[in-house]
T-cell receptor, first 112, second 115 residues
Framework: AQSVTQLGSHVSVSEGALVLLRCNYSSSVPPYLFWYVQYPNQGLQLLLKYTSAATLVKGINGFEAEFKKSETSFHLTKPSAHMSDAAEYFCAVSGRNNRLAFGKGNQVVVIP | GAVVSQHPSRVICKSGTSVKIECRSLDFQATTMFWYRQFPKQSLMLMATSNEGSKATYEQGVEKDKFLINHASLTLSTLTVTSAHPEDSSFYIC???????????FGPGTRLLVL
């Protein structure tokens, strides 16, 4: 079985500052890891994914994440926050059956 | 590419009626589709996994007779909420995954309000 832990439901960041969202996973098999973003009343948009290739993954909108097996982590970062980054972010893990287990999400607030 | 649509985007119905939600993969064939439910300010909860041409697999605690899922083609899955009640009001999101792929692409969601 797979699970994900995202701490801190709300994350406030100043415009232009570093965005860091933490994700730790648990998986009995080599995992696939994903970060999704959700804007109000919309579905989820894929930001980036790790599927056993390069451990540093670059995604859309300037986001990137690094897979660290020793730390069972897949933290999401962006060097400089923009107002448009205000949204809900979900980390998710799946095994070979493609069933996703989501974290509880982080609501990112960008302070001008 | 990898666009998933849902229809309707929003529906209001009376208690006791049935509501059908469609999920379509527009530019790829989806052998598997997933149905999720999301309560306000919460994460997504997987309801069921739908495979084309076979019966859906429901998660524990999800009533299969209440949430009917049909995956009749490689581009369409439907979720029917039968005899809807106010507690069924929620945001329903589908996702689709292409053959031999690992990434789920999500639809825009359907907001259901049962009065």
């Amino acid at each position: 079985a797979q699970s994900v832990t995202q701490l801190g439901s709300h994350v406030s960041v100043s415009e232009g500052a570093l965005v860091l969202l933490r994700c730790n996973y648990s998986s009995s098999v080599p995992p696939y890891l994903f970060w999704y973003v959700q804007y109000p009343n919309q579905g989820l948009q894929l930001l980036l994914k790790y599927t056993s290739a390069a451990t540093l993954v670059k995604g859309i909108n300037g986001f990137e994440a690094e897979f660290k097996k020793s730390e069972t982590s897949f933290h999401l970062t962006k060097p400089s926050a923009h107002m448009s980054d205000a949204a809900e972010y979900f980390c998710a893990v799946s095994g070979r059956n493609n069933r996703l287990a989501f974290g509880k999400g982080n609501q990112v607030v960008v302070i001008p | 590419g990898a666009v998933v649509s849902q229809h309707p985007s929003r529906v209001i119905c009376k208690s006791g009626t049935s509501v059908k939600i469609e999920c379509r993969s527009l530019d790829f064939q989806a052998t598997t589709m997933f149905w999720y439910r999301q309560f306000p300010k919460q994460s997504l909860m997987l309801m069921a996994t739908s495979n084309e041409g076979s019966k859906a697999t429901y998660e524990q605690g999800v009533e299969k007779d209440k949430f009917l899922i049909n995956h009749a083609s490689l581009t369409l899955s439907t979720l029917t909420v039968t005899s809807a009640h106010p507690e069924d009001s929620s945001f329903y999101i589908c996702s689709a995954i292409a053959t031999s792929q690992e990434t789920q692409y999500f639809g825009p969601g359907t907001r259901l309000l049962v009065l």
